[in-house]
């Protein structure tokens, strides 16, 4: 089923699109909903819809410069525009841009829907498109496409000079004059080694290149494509790359049963340097080898990754809460926090550190079992009674010793994250936990927080947290929206606010679609 994305500053209008159509009965889903453009490109960008309803008036953002915007990110994506405007004008900007359709208000239901099914139809056609197998079998075996990857070929393993090369791409009519240059490879595996499915996934990719005049694509092996990706400006070369490898995986994630892995590789500003940027791009790849059934998008920052999936802690613990996002200069404030804790019993300071020590021992524990590691392996000695005993002896051994333990558990749960990134994904739950009551929390604030573009940020954050930023956003609202229910007298309307929904009922429409319940039935269930 094709997945539906509703933009629209009145919430009149997104209830009644959300509420009157059965989408399951007429064969699409609904994804996800907001109040304006701005709000909007966050999350378009992370669910990455196939059609996208937008009022053609908003504020910040109107539906025109949405639309302008998603063709640029997302070119597969469908947009369907709404207006209360009967004129000329719009309809041709929008007619301009790549709207499938133009709507006036007031419509039906029934409208929609069969603007939806046109939308579909186009879907459809670029699916058979894509599937036509036999096309792309004959264009494989084309004298010039192997002229051309012959040439191509030459150029990334840098056996031709950057002049012959210029020239030669120049008699095959290959724009590759540019000033940066920046290789992407990708290494397709196919659901089963079916050859027919590499050569629907083959043709999916090929179909980027013929949509962005930027790079320029070619098949170096069976299963691996090279991308040379120019650029006019070295700030944006980062951006388009991850652009691209976005909508490398989306092709071939929501058309075939195949996976990949997109390699990009380092920057350069000559012709002569591209094979530098291919052999850093193969050299990433070989150190994250493609697993079974999973894509991926990597670049430098995964060269030490260790391949451990990232984490997830559970909120029960205070101190397992405490240091969920602890880094090592942290540590001080914990300890400081229970000496202060002991300061207040200032006739017994043996039996308070006994008391705080197992309590520390007992959270670390679980920390490590949350993470899939088992204590006894980790740190042993600290399950004794004689460690226990020694260490609460007098003050500075207690501090000595909680440190060293805390230390070491943080060192080892650093050494369940993959490289850089395992820095970078806990900042950003940190940065979510502080902020997912903002309504205007968004993918581009929080890829802000941590200094990543979004599209890396996007990338980065769903390849190692199993999910989407929304997804894991939503899921943390709706968490704390349980114990609310479960804690708290407070109305449904009001929880929605407190965990930054800006519309009760859309907050009651994602509470049921995770938990299968509405809020009221859900705290019927907990009394």
């Given amino acids: 089923m094709y997945s539906v994305f509703i933009v629209d500053d009145e919430i009149i209008v997104r209830d009644g699109i959300r509420n009157k159509i059965d989408w399951e009965k007429s064969g699409f889903t609904f994804c996800g909903e907001a109040g304006d453009g701005e709000i909007a490109l966050s999350m378009i960008q992370d669910l990455k819809p196939d059609i996208i309803i937008t009022d053609i008036k908003m504020p910040f953002m109107d539906g025109l410069e949405l639309s302008r915007m998603v063709k640029k990110l997302l070119p597969w994506t469908k947009i369907i525009i709404l207006s209360g405007h009967d004129e000329f004008e719009y309809a041709k900007k929008a007619i301009s841009i790549g709207i499938v359709d133009?709507?006036?208000?007031?419509?039906?239901?029934?409208?929609?829907?069969a603007s939806m099914n046109r939308a579909v139809e186009d879907l459809d056609k670029e699916k058979r498109r894509f599937s036509d197998i036999k096309k792309m079998e004959e264009s494989l075996k084309s004298a010039s496409l192997l002229a051309k990857e012959k040439l191509l070929t030459d150029i990334v393993l840098g056996v031709i000079t950057g002049v012959d090369a210029v020239r030669m791409a120049a008699d095959m009519k290959i724009d590759l004059i540019s000033r940066y240059y920046t290789v992407c490879v990708c290494e397709i595996q196919p659901a089963g080694g079916n050859s027919s499915k590499l050569i629907e996934a083959k043709s999916r990719l090929l179909s980027i290149a013929e949509n962005n005049p930027k790079p320029t694509v070619f098949f170096i092996s069976p299963e691996r494509a090279v991308f040379i990706l120019k650029n006019m400006?070295?700030?944006q070369a980062e951006?388009?790359?991850y652009k691209l490898a976005n909508a490398v995986e989306h092709e071939i994630s929501a058309g075939t049963d195949s996976f990949v892995v997109t390699s990009i590789g380092i920057t350069v500003d000559r012709i002569a340097k591209i094979n530098d940027s291919y052999n850093s791009a193969v050299q990433y790849l070989n150190q994250n080898r493609l697993v079974s059934g999973k894509n991926r998008i990597i670049n430098s920052s995964d060269c030490t990754e260790s391949g451990v999936a990232p984490y997830d802690l559970k909120e029960n613990d205070p101190l397992v809460e405490r240091i969920r996002y602890a880094d090592e200069g942290e540590i001080e404030q914990i300890v400081t926090h229970y000496l202060e804790c002991i300061d207040e019993v200032r006739d017994d300071f043996a039996s308070t550190a006994s008391y705080l020590l197992v309590d520390i021992i007992m959270s670390v524990s679980k920390l490590i079992e949350d993470l899939g590691g088992d204590v006894k392996e980790i740190a042993p000695e600290i399950l004794s009674r004689s460690f226990v005993t020694g260490a609460v002896s007098s003050k500075e051994i207690f501090t000595t010793e909680v440190k060293r333990i805390l230390l070491t558990v943080l060192a080892w749960r650093n050494s369940r994250t993959q490289g850089k990134y395992g820095t970078v994904i806990l900042r950003a739950k940190k940065y979510i936990e502080e902020n997912f009551a903002n309504p205007d929390i968004c993918l581009m604030s929080t890829a802000k927080a941590v200094n990543m573009s979004p599209n890396h940020f996007s990338s980065?954050?769903?390849q190692e947290c199993g999910m989407t930023y929304i997804e894991y956003l939503t899921n943390v609202r709706i968490e704390r929206a349980k114990k609310l229910l479960?804690?708290?007298t407070m109305r449904s309307s009001e929880i929605a606010y407190e965990i930054g929904f800006s519309d009760p009922h859309y907050f009651s429409f994602i509470f049921k679609k995770i938990t299968?319940?509405?809020?009221?039935?859900?705290r019927a269930k907990t009394k």
């Fill in 516 to 522: 299968g319940c509405s809020p009221q039935e859900f």
């Fill in 233 to 235: 400006q070295l700030e």
């Fill in 102 to 113: 133009y709507i006036l208000k007031p419509f039906t239901s029934e409208e929609l829907l």
């Fill in 239 to 241: 951006e388009d790359s």
């Fill in 486 to 488: 479960k804690n708290t």
């Fill in 460 to 462: 980065v954050f769903s």
